[in-house]
């Protein structure tokens, strides 16, 4: 009897490279010359979200692109960060949050295991929580859904991974 394989798709982030990022961040912010004495800040809330505060919406453009590229340095996806409306803070500054996506919602599983039925590969996917387990009897049909996934990942508008090969 031939044995299943199978993987997990989730959506996930390295919490330790976040940190490291935003205190990058940090670092670039009191070092530039534009920030350095604006009392921009950035601060990281418990692996929900990103907050930038700052004097004006320039500034918060600024640092958003310096946190674009500490995370891409870092191999994160900028697909994990969910800007939220800005809003004014006291002081006359203005504030920026930026959720963080960790897992897979059940709207997205359901279009992920409808995409993976559509492709009429023979494998099963299956929503487990907030990932998504697809099972095969050939690894070749698994990796075809894997590149099949990866082709379709700005339509998911989620950073995908691919863990538990089996």
Do not use: W
């Not at 912010?29 to 604006?38: M, T």
């Not at 418990?46 to 674009?68: G, P």
């Not at 359901?110 to 387990?133: E, F, L, N, P």
């Amino acid at each position: 009897m031939a044995k299943d394989c199978s993987f997990d798709v989730v959506s996930e982030f390295d919490r330790q490279e976040l940190v490291n990022a935003v205190d990058q961040v940090k670092r670039d912010i009191s070092a530039r010359f534009d920030l350095k004495d604006s009392g921009a800040q950035v601060d990281l809330e418990a692996d929900k979200a990103i907050t930038i505060t700052a004097s004006d919406d320039m500034k918060i453009r600024n640092i958003y692109d310096i946190l674009q590229s500490k995370l891409v340095k870092r191999n994160l996806s900028i697909k994990i960060l969910d800007p939220q409306t800005p809003e004014h803070a006291l002081g006359g500054n203005v504030r920026q949050v930026y959720n963080l996506k960790k897992g897979l919602t059940q709207e997205l599983a359901k279009k992920i295991t409808a995409d993976i039925k559509d492709s009429k590969i023979k494998v099963q996917a299956s929503i487990q929580g907030d990932q998504v387990r697809v099972s095969g009897k050939d690894k070749d049909d698994l990796q075809a859904v894997i590149q099949l996934l990866r082709g379709n990942e700005d339509k998911y508008d989620y950073p995908l991974q691919f863990t538990n090969y089996r």
